[in-house]
């Protein structure tokens, strides 16, 4: 099966700072690589994705980069604000038939 | 997208005790997911629930200690059986719709055992 590793574990940067998150992942078959954000609290919301025909993928702030040759793939959010601070979880699968293999999530604290 | 709604909430349980959480989704979906989340920590498949058949569950996880229901194509339930201390969790549903590949997330039980 799938196996997901995600680094850092926490991140904490200043306001304003850039921040960037790192994944990989086993299985060369999978082909669609999503990021959540969970807020404290708060469920899962899928904030960006994307599928292994591109590889990159940009919207506003945050963009995702994608090598499928090494198996890794970034989220990469800039100018960073507070409420950037949550827990990012990254997660990799084939689409079609989906069921998500999550990494172990990083906690990125943004520091105003 | 797909809208869930995930009880209770919360609960504070007697070890010993089974606790039931029901999810119920706005559309129909194939298949449902339940996951373990403790404080700080990841997103923990415990099983895949199908209308119609078995749930498949993942390694270290077993049916007589989760066992769950699926009567229909909205709705499920997870039973956490014989509580103990380390059943303390966040335990959410998700789905992934149709042919979606996003995937959704009820709002989480915060469960305590005491």
């Known amino acids: 099966g799938e196996n997901v590793e995600q680094h850092p574990s926490t991140l904490s940067v200043q306001e304003g700072d850039s921040a960037v998150i790192k994944c990989t992942y086993s299985d060369s078959a999978s082909n669609y690589f999503p990021w959540y954000k969970q807020e404290l609290g708060k469920r899962p919301q899928l904030i960006i994705d994307i599928r292994s025909n591109v590889g990159e993928k940009k919207d506003q702030r945050i963009a995702v980069t994608l090598n499928k040759t090494a198996k890794h793939f970034s989220l990469h959010i800039t100018e960073t604000q507070p409420e950037d601070s949550a827990v990012y979880f990254c997660?990799?699968?084939?689409?079609?038939?989906?069921?998500?293999?999550f990494g172990r999530g990083t906690s990125l604290i943004v520091h105003p | 997208s797909a809208v869930i709604s995930q009880k209770p909430s919360r609960d504070i349980c007697q070890r010993g005790t089974s606790l039931t959480i029901q999810c119920q989704v706005d559309s129909q979906v194939t298949m449902m997911f339940w996951y373990r989340q403790q404080p700080g920590q990841s997103l923990t498949l415990i099983a895949t629930?199908?209308?119609?058949?078995?749930?498949?569950?993942e390694s270290g996880f077993v049916i007589d200690k989760f066992p769950i229901s699926r009567p229909n194509l909205t709705f499920s339930t997870l039973t956490v059986s014989n509580m103990s201390p380390e059943d303390s969790s966040i335990y959410l549903c998700s789905v992934v719709p149709g042919a979606s590949t996003e995937a959704f997330f009820g709002q989480g039980t915060r469960l305590t055992v005491v």
């Open positions: 997660a990799a699968g084939q689409g079609g038939s989906y069921i998500p293999t």
């Open positions: 629930a199908n209308q119609g058949s078995e749930a498949t569950y």
